[in-house]
């Protein structure tokens, strides 16, 4: 059974950093993409960042580009999305999700859906003041 926990949240003033990590057990981890989704009350689930399977391509939103960066770490099963610069707006609970699939999901399009993703962490919370 696939099984994803994320830490790392925290909160911080406008223009910090955080790291946020999840680790990931139940499968061969190398063979999925992996990818970051975050929830602020109110709102529906939206797409941060994701990674392919070989780690060559990565996704991001449009508001989060150029500030987070996601990688990961194949050896000890670790997906990280570094965030930088935070702002307000970023304050929501951050998932960690791995798709059922393996491979490539396709596009860009296929890797911001939800529907693509059926394992998710547990959350954790962002919270960025102004």
């Known amino acids: 059974q696939v099984h994803l926990v994320d830490t790392g949240g925290g909160l911080v003033e406008a223009g910090a950093s955080l790291r946020l990590s999840c680790v990931a057990s139940g499968r061969i981890f190398s063979a999925y993409a992996m990818a970051w989704f975050r929830q602020a009350p109110g709102r529906e689930r939206e797409f941060v960042a994701a990674i392919s399977h070989t780690g060559d391509e990565t996704y991001y939103a449009h508001s989060v580009k150029g500030r987070f960066t996601i990688s990961r770490d194949d050896a000890n099963n670790m997906v990280y999305l570094q965030m930088n610069s935070l702002k307000p707006e970023d304050t929501a609970v951050y998932y960690c999700?791995?798709?059922?699939?393996?491979?490539?999901?396709?596009?860009?399009?296929?890797?911001?859906?939800?529907?693509?993703?059926?394992?998710w962490g547990q959350g954790t919370q962002v919270t960025v003041t102004s």
């Open positions: 999700a791995g798709p059922r699939i393996y491979g490539t999901l396709g596009y860009y399009s296929d890797y911001i859906q939800r529907g693509n993703y059926a394992y």
